[in-house]
């Protein structure tokens, strides 16, 4: 199976920018589709972003579509999703997620693989 490892969370004000970076191993990651989720303290586990197996498509849940992008680069085995004007409503853990096949799915237990998350706290 492979493995996905995220870094980039941290601290940030509101306003601010983070980029996360998810690492995996094990098996390349251009067979799957990718995807970024997120959980805050007490609430499910949220969809937050996707993309498609090459690179071409994403997805975007509306209340972040115009801030985040995700991307991808398979010769690095790498999933990144740079976060802009970041709110305080979106602290949470953020987890990277892959799955096979090639739709760009929205609910997380169509997802096979994830990671441990990283933190994200945005502060007022």
């Known amino acids: 199976q492979v493995q996905l490892v995220e870094s980039g969370g941290g601290l940030v004000q509101a306003g601010g920018s983070l980029r996360l970076s998810c690492a995996a191993s094990?098996?390349?990651?251009?067979?799957?589709?990718m995807a970024w989720f997120r959980q805050a303290p007490g609430k499910e586990r949220e969809f937050v972003a996707a993309?498609?197996?090459?690179?071409?498509?994403?997805n975007y849940a509306d209340s972040v579509k115009g801030r985040f992008t995700i991307s991808r680069d398979n010769a690095k085995n790498t999933v990144y999703l740079q976060m802009n004007n970041l709110n305080p409503e979106e602290t949470a853990v953020y987890y990277c997620a892959a799955r096979n096949g090639e739709v760009l799915l929205r609910i997380a237990s169509s997802y096979d693989y994830w990671g441990q998350g990283t933190q994200v706290t945005v502060s007022s």
């Open positions: 993309i498609s197996r090459g690179g071409g498509s994403s």
């Open positions: 094990g098996r390349t990651i251009g067979t799957y589709v």
